[in-house]
């Protein structure tokens, strides 16, 4: 693995900007991001790129503020329990940063159970939310620890559709069906390859298209010219080690050389 560590920051303040970027053309809508990153990247988005962006505690409240990580609000601005968040998924007003233990070529997630469905080797979560963010919400996947084992040629169970398999199920489907982006410790990718596949967007500072190619399980799209993901600006360092994630918890999951 190459060295996590940029001339601007560390890999985890690349990806935390790279997920601030997927986040900052949506204006005002409900950004719902699942685990650690994704919820570093999605408060620093509210900072910088985009301050329309709503943002909770991941509990119950809307903050009006932007705190730490897994700090509680001083500011609350609104009440969404959990039988709330039912009426935002329907209604669409949503992007979601889920995780994925497996994604296949076609944007497929699962984070169900690896195995056959009748009698898997390991239980996972279940689909959870999966299929109503993906058929209803725009949807993008975080996925700390890239290698063939998560980014697999079929996914052995389905739990978030992705636009191939939203199209031939029809109308209803794939109507709201729109997996933005997949951010991994290696770069960004999107689904816009040829049939809906997944396509390289950028590698990140200090990897090699090469080594993304390796650590992927199926044939990857890769287009001309491919940049490299862009460090974050001096303000987002900031930003981060001293407002956001002072405790640097975001090495637990993309780890500094």
């Known amino acids: 693995m190459s060295d996590t560590t940029t001339q601007q920051g560390t890999r985890a303040d690349v990806c935390a900007a790279a997920i601030a970027d997927a986040f900052k053309d949506d204006g005002e809508i409900f950004a719902s991001p699942m685990g650690l990153l994704p919820m570093l990247g999605v408060r620093l988005a509210k900072l910088t790129s985009n301050p329309d962006l709503v943002i909770s505690d991941g509990e119950s409240l809307f903050l009006a503020g932007v705190p730490p990580l897994f700090a509680k609000g001083d500011v609350v601005e609104g009440w969404i329990p959990f039988r709330k968040v039912f009426d935002v998924v329907a209604y669409g ?4 940063m889920m995780g994925a233990t497996q994604v ?4 497929n997630q699962n984070i169900s159970a690896i195995g056959d469905f ?3 080797k390991r239980q996972l979560l279940g689909s959870r939310g999966a299929p109503g963010n ?3 919400n725009r949807t993008s996947y975080w996925v700390p620890r890239h290698s063939p084992r998560v980014f697999v040629e079929q996914v052995d169970i389905v739990s978030g559709v992705g636009p191939h398999r939203a199209k031939a199920a029809g109308a209803a489907a794939m ?3 729109d997996i933005h982006r997949i951010v991994s410790n290696l770069g960004v990718f999107d689904v816009n390859g ?3 596949t997944v396509r390289l967007v950028s590698v990140h500072p200090g990897v090699t298209v090469e080594e ?4 992927t399980g199926f044939d990857l799209a890769i287009g ?12 987002e360092l900031i930003l981060i080690r001293e407002m956001l994630d002072p405790k640097g918890l975001r090495f637990k999951e993309v780890p500094d050389a």
């Not at 007003?93 to 979601?96: L, M, Q, S």
């Not at 296949?104 to 944007?107: A, I, L, M, Q, S």
Request: glycine fraction near 2%; charge should be negative.
């Open 93 to 96: 007003k949503r992007h979601v």
């Open 104 to 107: 296949d070529r076609h944007g």
């Open 118 to 120: 009748a009698q898997p």
């Open 134 to 136: 993906t058929v209803n």
């Open 175 to 177: 109507r709201f069906n």
């Open 194 to 196: 040829p049939d809906d």
């Open 212 to 215: 993304v190619v390796e650590q």
């Open 224 to 235: 001309p010219d491919l940049p490299t993901t862009r460090e974050p600006s001096t303000e």
